[in-house]
């Protein structure tokens, strides 16, 4: 399917992600299916957008009117059945494959035989959900960074099912909403950007827990000594501790390997129900709640 055939995008999952990368595609001028099973989730998400498109209009970046336009081209729903006519389908739901193998089940059903079924996991391989559905050959991952709407990088990723025309319609989508792809022609487990992010994670909590240094001094050591523009416990924060609780559980369930099971301290904080900025405090404090962009 050549990417002018796209014309409207379905995003599955109104969390930070999902939201934002719902505006993303609306900003491009796709027309866009936000759904969510929880209407709670979509307002929240609607909620979220309303803000950051709001603080783009203030700091001149963009107008009023273009955000109006924006939002007219998203429809917020609850009904799987509102996909019918959808072209591309980005799924940004939580990370377990169980749950993502009933919905791509679901999406074979409802939307057209043409339309590309992509995840936005950095974990989950598309191959484990392929299966699920009529259409290997057009189920692949689409990997956006948080947030959306800022991050300029989309991680493409070729399974062993994925055909070319999939793999270069989605490079050729990517690159119609302004974002910068980069195509992986093998699957691996956290593909480029989060296998290397990975280690310095590792080797951050080992220096927390060990008592080398505070969490703040690790994130001041990064940004000020790396020059990165986040540290990694305030980046956790950001995307969400029980993230990186579910990518570390997957791996450890794939390996057996007792070295990557989450850290303790990440499971504390899930315990705990401190998950970062949307919950309010994780290994930082934060006043309001939702994700800052």
């Known amino acids: 399917m050549p990417v002018e055939n796209i014309n409207k995008v379905a995003v599955i999952g109104a969390g930070t992600m999902g939201a934002q990368i719902a505006m993303v595609c609306a900003l491009a001028e796709y027309q866009v299916v936000l759904q969510d099973v929880s209407p709670e989730s979509l307002e929240k998400g609607r909620g979220i957008l309303e803000e950051q498109m709001g603080k783009r209009v203030k700091k001149g970046r963009l107008t009023a009117e273009e955000v109006e336009v924006a939002f007219n081209r998203i429809v917020f729903t609850t009904s799987l059945n509102d996909l019918y006519d959808t072209d591309i389908v980005i799924e940004a739901i939580v990370e377990k494959v169980d749950i993502k193998r009933e919905l791509f089940t679901k999406l074979d059903q409802i939307t057209p035989a043409h339309a590309i079924l992509a995840t936005n996991s950095s974990t989950i391989v598309s191959s484990k959900l392929a299966d699920a559905t009529n259409r290997?050959?057009?189920?692949?991952?689409?990997?956006?960074?948080?947030?959306?709407?800022?991050?300029?990088?989309?991680?493409?990723?070729?399974?062993?099912?994925?055909?070319?025309?999939?793999?270069?319609?989605?490079?050729?989508?990517?690159?119609?909403?302004?974002?910068?792809?980069?195509?992986?022609?093998?699957?691996?487990?956290?593909?480029v950007a989060n296998r290397i992010l990975g280690k310095l994670m590792d080797e951050a909590v080992y220096l927390l827990e060990n008592g080398i240094a505070s969490h703040e001094d690790i994130d001041i050591v990064c940004k000020k000594a790396l020059n990165h523009p986040i540290g990694p416990f305030a980046l956790m924060d950001l995307t969400g501790i029980d993230v990186n609780y579910l990518v570390r559980m997957q791996r450890y369930q794939e390996s057996g390997d007792e070295k990557d099971k989450p850290a303790k301290v990440v499971q504390e904080k899930v315990e705990k129900g401190e998950l970062g900025r949307k919950t309010g405090k994780g290994f930082y404090t934060y006043e309001s709640t939702p994700a800052k962009v």
């Open 136 to 191: 290997p050959d057009k189920v692949c991952n689409i990997h956006f960074f948080n947030p959306a709407l800022v991050m300029e990088l989309v991680e493409v990723v070729r399974g062993p099912h994925t055909s070319e025309e999939t793999a270069e319609t989605a490079m050729a989508f990517v690159k119609s909403i302004n974002k910068y792809p980069v195509l992986l022609n093998k699957e691996i487990s956290g593909f």
